[in-house]
C-alpha cells in the first residue's frame, strides 16, 4: 500500500518536473536565443545548423550599440522620461492616494468610479486628439509632451494602488499627528509616506516599467531623432540595419536591463502590491 | 480621540447638523481637493478634454489638417460602420483578444498550479517562478523583433521544425502567429496574479473534500475553482480590455498585413489616421473603439464593487 502511494508520487513528482522544465524551455527559450545572439558574428546568426553556444563569442555588436551618439540618446532619452514619470507620478499619486484613504469628502464616490474607469480608456482614442493638444499647445516633440502624456496613464493605477495600500494602514497612526496640531501635509510625508515605503516602491516600479516600454505615443509624438526613446530606437535599428541582427539583439538586451534589475531587486514588493492593486481592487 | 472633543460631539447630538460642523465638513472638503488638485488637473486636461474634442471631431470632417472642421452630423459613423475594413478589423480583434484571453487563462492557471505544487522543494520552485515570469518583462518593441528573428523563413522556429513557414507574412497563418506571441507574452500576469490567489486558499477545504473522497479532479472544479472565480472573473475582463487594445506588437510584427489579415482595430484606426491623414474617420473609429471598450469598463467596474 505505501510503497505503490510512494510510486504514485513519485511518477506524479516526474511528471511534474516535465512539465516545469517545458515550460522553463518555452518562457524562456526566446530570451535565450536573443542573448546568444548578441554575443554572435553577423554570419554566425544565418548558420546552419544555429548553435546556441557561439562559436565566435564577441563584444562587438555591444561595442557598436555604446560607441553610437544616436544610440545612446535613446537610452538618455528614455531614462529622462521615466524617471521624471516615476517621480511626478509618485509625488502626485501620494498625495490624491492621502485624500481617497483618510477623508470623507463630497463627490469621492464619483471620483473612485472614474479613476477606475479612465484604466480603459484606449491609448488610440486619445492619440488623435493628443496630436492635435500637444502641437497646439508646443509640446510636440518634447519631454514634457511624452512625460504628461505617460501620467495619464500611471496616475490611475498608482492611485488606486496607493489608496488600497494606506487602507491597510491604521488610522490612528497619521490621526494622533494631525490631532497634536500639526497638519495634514505633515501627517502624510512624515508618518504615512516612511512606514508605506513597500506599496511606494512597487508602484515606483510599475509606473517606469510603463514609461520605459511605451511604444505608440512615443511613435506620434515625437519627430526628431533626437527625441526618440528605446522602443522606437530598436524599430530603427531593425529598419536601418535589417541584417544586423547581432547589434538589434544587443540592443534590446540594453533596452531590456533597467526594467530586469529593477525587477530582480524588488520582486517581493512588486508581486504583492501588484496582485493587491489590480485583482482585489 | 474623539473625548478631546466632547462638546463638539454633544452639539451635534442636540443640534443635528451644528455651523461648526458644517464649516469642519467643508474644511475637509476644501482640504480634500487640494490634495487631489493635481490629479484633476491632468485628468481634466488629458483625459476629459481630450475625449470631448475626439467626440467632436468624430461629427465633423477635414479636421486638425484642415482646420476648417464642418459639423456633418453622423455621416462619418455612417461611412465606418458601412466600411468592410472596419468590420474586418473588428472580427480580427475578437478572434485576437478571445484567443489571447482564453489562453493566458490556461496557461497562466497551469504554471501556478504547478509553482504551486508541494512536489518539489522551494528553491527549484522559486527558479522556476522567475524563468516563467520572464516574458512580462520585456518590452514590446523587444517582443516584436525577438520573434521576427525566431519566425523569420531561415530562423530557429523554422530549423527546429524543419520546414519553411513564412509565419508573418502568410495570410493563412499571420493573424494565429501574432495571437501566439501575444499570449507568450501576456500568461504571466495570469500567473503571478492566480498564484497568489492558489496561495490564499485555506488548506483545510482540501483537506475536508478529500476526507469526503473527492479525487485530484473534482477538488479542482469543487474548491480551486470556485475559490479562484473572483480573481479570474477580474483578469479576465483586464485582460479583455488590454488586450482588445494592442497596437505596438501587431504594428511592429505585421503592420496589419498581409492583406489586411492581421488588420486589428488600433492599427486600423492609427492608418486612417497617420497614413491617409484622414483623421475624422478615424476619430469616429476612435469613438467606436472607446464605447467597447467601455462596455467592458463597465462591468469591471460592477465586478470590483460587488467585491468589496
Known amino acids: 500500500m505505501s510503497t505503490s502511494v510512494n510510486v504514485r ?18 518562457a524562456a527559450g526566446p530570451i535565450v536565443w536573443m542573448l546568444s545572439n548578441s554575443f554572435k558574428s553577423n554570419t554566425e546568426i544565418f548558420e546552419l545548423p544555429p548553435r546556441l553556444i557561439t562559436e565566435t563569442f564577441s563584444f562587438d555588436a555591444y561595442v557598436a550599440i ?10 538618455l532619452n528614455s531614462y529622462v522620461i521615466a524617471i521624471a514619470v516615476t517621480l511626478l507620478t509618485l509625488l502626485i499619486s501620494i498625495q490624491a492616494a492621502y485624500a481617497l484613504s483618510r477623508f470623507e469628502f463630497r463627490g469621492k464616490r464619483v471620483l473612485n468610479v472614474v479613476i477606475v474607469s479612465v484604466q480603459a480608456v484606449p491609448p488610440i482614442t486619445l492619440l488623435i486628439p493628443y496630436f492635435g493638444l500637444m502641437v497646439a499647445l508646443g509640446l510636440y516633440n518634447t519631454y514634457p509632451g511624452l512625460i504628461l502624456t505617460y501620467m495619464v496613464f500611471t496616475l490611475p493605477y498608482a492611485i488606486i494602488m496607493l489608496t488600497g495600500y494606506f487602507n491597510t494602514l491604521p488610522r490612528e497612526l497619521d490621526e494622533a499627528v494631525r490631532v497634536d496640531g500639526a497638519g495634514s501635509m505633515t501627517a502624510l510625508w512624515r508618518v504615512l509616506v516612511p512606514i508605506s515605503v513597500p506599496g511606494i516602491v512597487s508602484v515606483g516600479i510599475y ?58 531587486f524588488f520582486q517581493r514588493y512588486f508581486m504583492s502590491g501588484l496582485t493587491a492593486g489590480s485583482v482585489k481592487s | 480621540m474623539a473625548s478631546r472633543i466632547p462638546s463638539l460631539d454633544t452639539e451635534v447630538i442636540v443640534t443635528g447638523v451644528s455651523p461648526s460642523r458644517r464649516r469642519r465638513q467643508l474644511r475637509k472638503t476644501t482640504e480634500s481637493y487640494s490634495f487631489l488638485a493635481p490629479t484633476l488637473a491632468l485628468l481634466l486636461v488629458l483625459m476629459i478634454v481630450p475625449i470631448v474634442m475626439v467626440v467632436g471631431y468624430s461629427f ?32 480580427n480583434t475578437v478572434i485576437f483578444t478571445v484567443t489571447s484571453v482564453a489562453a493566458h487563462l490556461v496557461l497562466g492557471l497551469g504554471f501556478a498550479m504547478m509553482l504551486n505544487s508541494k512536489l518539489i522543494g522551494a528553491f527549484p520552485r522559486a527558479i522556476f517562478r522567475g524563468l516563467y515570469v520572464l516574458p512580462w518583462l520585456f518590452t514590446v518593441a523587444v517582443i516584436a523583433v525577438l520573434w521576427r528573428m525566431l519566425l523569420a523563413p531561415n530562423g530557429v522556429i523554422n530549423f527546429l521544425l524543419n520546414s519553411d513557414i513564412e509565419w508573418l507574412a502568410s495570410p493563412q497563418l499571420a493573424l494565429g502567429t501574432v495571437t501566439f506571441i501575444n499570449i507568450w507574452a501576456g500568461y504571466p500576469f495570469f500567473m503571478v496574479s492566480l498564484l497568489a490567489g492558489l496561495q490564499g486558499i485555506p488548506g483545510d477545504l ?22 479562484l472565480r473572483p480573481i479570474i472573473v477580474s483578469l479576465l475582463l483586464l485582460d479583455m480590455i488590454w488586450t482588445s487594445q494592442q497596437f505596438a506588437l501587431i504594428w511592429m510584427t ?40 467601455m462596455v467592458l469598463a463597465i462591468f469591471y467596474v460592477r465586478h470590483q464593487k460587488a467585491r468589496d
Open chain 1, 9 to 26: 508520487k513519485r511518477s506524479a513528482q516526474a511528471a511534474l518536473i516535465v512539465g516545469l522544465v517545458l515550460g522553463a524551455m518555452f
Open chain 1, 66 to 75: 555604446f560607441a553610437d551618439p544616436v544610440t545612446m540618446r535613446f537610452f
Open chain 1, 207 to 264: 509606473t517606469f516599467m510603463i514609461a520605459w516600454n511605451e511604444y505608440l505615443f512615443a511613435l506620434t509624438l515625437t519627430r526628431t531623432i533626437d527625441m526618440r526613446t528605446v522602443p522606437i530606437g530598436i524599430q530603427l535599428l531593425m529598419g536601418q540595419h535589417s541584417y544586423e541582427w547581432n547589434q538589434i539583439m544587443a540592443m534590446s538586451v540594453l533596452g531590456s536591463i533597467p526594467v530586469l534589475v529593477l525587477f530582480l
Open chain 2, 60 to 91: 465633423q470632417d477635414n479636421v486638425i489638417l484642415g482646420k476648417s472642421g464642418e459639423f456633418v452630423g453622423i455621416a462619418n459613423y455612417v461611412a465606418i460602420l458601412t466600411d468592410a475594413g472596419f468590420w474586418r478589423a473588428t472580427s
Open chain 2, 206 to 227: 482540501y483537506e475536508a473534500a478529500t476526507v469526503d473522497g473527492a479525487s485530484p479532479t473534482q477538488r479542482f472544479w469543487n474548491v480551486t475553482i470556485p475559490q
Open chain 2, 254 to 293: 505585421t503592420g496589419g498585413g498581409p492583406i489586411d489579415v492581421t488588420e486589428v482595430l488600433s492599427t486600423f484606426t492609427y492608418k486612417l489616421a497617420f497614413a491617409k491623414y484622414d483623421f475624422s474617420s478615424a476619430a469616429t473609429s476612435a469613438v467606436l473603439v472607446l464605447l467597447m471598450s
